[in-house]
């Protein structure tokens, strides 16, 4: 069954330097999200992406956030210059449609020290 | 802007016994609603949906939702709590006015105890 993935699963950086995150969306997908996780609290919405352009982004999803899809497989988000606040697990996710089911990948957790 | 609420953080139920997982949402217009399962170190997979139509959803691993529009609710409910459900569920509404994006609840934990 297809699936979402993401690299890596595990990321400990320095406050101030740039982190990269990856992920592969089902390959027949259009529509790519973003969305984070903190510790403790809910599960919230970063960015939406389609058709090479950002469709929605949230007030966290500052300039310090890009996000990319450099080839026909992946999609990115960039933190250009990390803060203690951005240690969260990042989740990817891909639809078909923009009103179609979301498909999540593993998740990407990020330790900022 | 819509928000989803769910009552009780932490669930324990018996193996065998009747699992109820509360989600409460508001919204503008008219939802499309979700129930997401994560186990330990996994990513989120969806349990069922529903968008139009009939208003009792049923998904994967015995779980069904009713969709209440008077009382803006979508609970999860498992007639029989099986050692494999213990995860962490998350309701979600969908903004269907704003690219798609999700807006989850903050999640309720499940133990199950033999």
């Known amino acids: 069954e297809p699936e979402v993935t993401q690299t890596p699963s595990h990321q400990v950086t320095q406050m101030g330097q740039e982190v990269i995150l990856r992920c592969v969306p089902i390959?027949?997908?259009?529509?790519f999200y973003w969305y984070r996780q903190i510790l403790g609290q809910k599960v919230e919405f970063l960015v939406s992406?389609?058709?090479?352009?950002?469709?929605?982004k949230s007030e966290i999803f500052d300039d310090q956030f890009s996000v990319e899809r450099p080839d026909g497989s992946n999609f990115t988000l960039k933190i250009r210059s990390t803060k203690l606040e951005d240690s969260a697990m990042y989740f990817c996710?891909?639809?078909?449609?923009?009103?179609?089911?979301?498909?999540f990948g593993p998740g990407t957790r990020l330790l900022v020290l | 802007a819509q928000s989803v609420t769910q009552l009780g953080s932490h669930v324990s139920v018996s193996e065998g016994a009747l699992v109820l997982l509360r989600c409460n949402y508001s919204?503008?217009?008219?939802?499309?609603l979700f129930w997401y399962v994560q186990y330990p170190n996994q990513g989120l997979q969806l349990l069922l949906k529903?968008?139009?139509?009939?208003?009792l959803v049923k998904g994967i691993n015995g779980f069904e939702a009713e969709f209440k529009k008077s009382e803006t609710s979508f609970h999860l409910t498992k007639p029989s709590a099986h050692m494999s459900d213990a995860a962490e569920y998350f309701c979600?509404?969908?903004?269907?006015?704003?690219?798609?994006?999700?807006?989850f609840g903050g999640g309720t934990r499940v133990l199950v105890k033999p």
């Open positions: 919204s503008s217009v008219p939802p499309y």
């Open positions: 390959s027949n997908h259009l529509y």
């Open positions: 992406f389609y058709n090479n352009e950002i469709s929605e």
């Open positions: 979600a509404v969908s903004d269907r006015a704003a690219g798609n994006k999700l807006t």
């Open positions: 529903y968008t139009t139509g009939a208003t």
């Open positions: 996710a891909s639809s078909a449609g923009s009103l179609e089911t979301q498909y």
